[in-house]
């Protein structure tokens, strides 16, 4: 199978590199599992859109932390930016809160608390820029973290339960256009509909002509 090429810096700017990035984004998701199957979809770690991320030369900085605890709850806030590596622009924002009063945070320590506020402000902040690119690439435009948060029973897909059936993505052909990796399923039903094993990008192009 073709290598995929990896380019410095993609530009959001430029539909052509989103799309050929969305392809280098989906094989090392899958080949690292930087996803977690949720409620019968997939919803990608905080690391994948950090990978994501330093494709296009930017990365997620903390705002600011705010302390929102009392006396029965420990809770706190995290702002974060995403910044552009080349001129320190400021690029997307976002915020998220974590607290012990969530069901599976009632043991958590409160450095753990600010810590999980962190990551789902970094997960959130990518989200509002390159959630389209998520989809690109075939998951889920909502992190996995913020998914988690919302009470989903979250499961990692090396231990999945055996009471339920969880599909991991396989590459098992290759696009007749740019050589990426697509599943069987996407191959048949391109063959069905443009008469080419194609990639969701490349069918996507298609229907733009």
């Not at 993609?10 to 052509?16: E, R």
């Not at 991991?168 to 509909?193: D, G, H, L, V």
Request: proline share 4%; hydrophobic share 35%; aromatic share 8%.
């Amino acid at each position: 199978m073709k290598e995929l090429t990896i380019k410095n810096n993609y530009d959001i700017a430029q539909p052509v590199q989103m799309v050929s990035m969305s392809q280098v984004l989906k094989k090392h998701i899958i080949e690292q599992k930087l996803f977690t199957p949720i409620a019968g979809k997939n919803y990608v770690q905080v690391e994948g859109w950090q990978f994501a991320g330093g494709l296009m030369g930017i990365y997620p900085r903390i705002a600011s932390v705010e302390n929102l605890s009392n006396d029965k709850e420990i809770k706190w806030r995290a702002d974060v930016e995403v910044v552009r590596m080349k001129d320190d622009k400021v690029l997307s924002k976002g915020f998220a809160v974590c607290s012990n009063k969530e069901g599976k945070k009632k043991s958590f320590d409160e450095y753990a608390i600010l810590s999980m506020a962190q990551t789902r402000a970094i997960g959130k902040s990518y989200r509002n820029l390159i959630g389209w690119v998520m989809k690109l690439a075939g998951y889920e435009a909502t992190p996995s973290e913020e998914m988690a948060k919302m009470g989903e029973d979250a499961k990692i897909p090396t231990t999945p339960k055996t009471s339920t059936k969880i599909e991991t993505p396989k590459i098992e052909a290759e696009c007749e256009e740019c050589a990426n990796p697509i599943t069987k399923a996407e191959a048949t039903f391109s063959k069905r509909i443009y008469k080419k094993q194609l990639c969701r990008s490349c069918q996507a192009l298609r229907k733009k002509k």
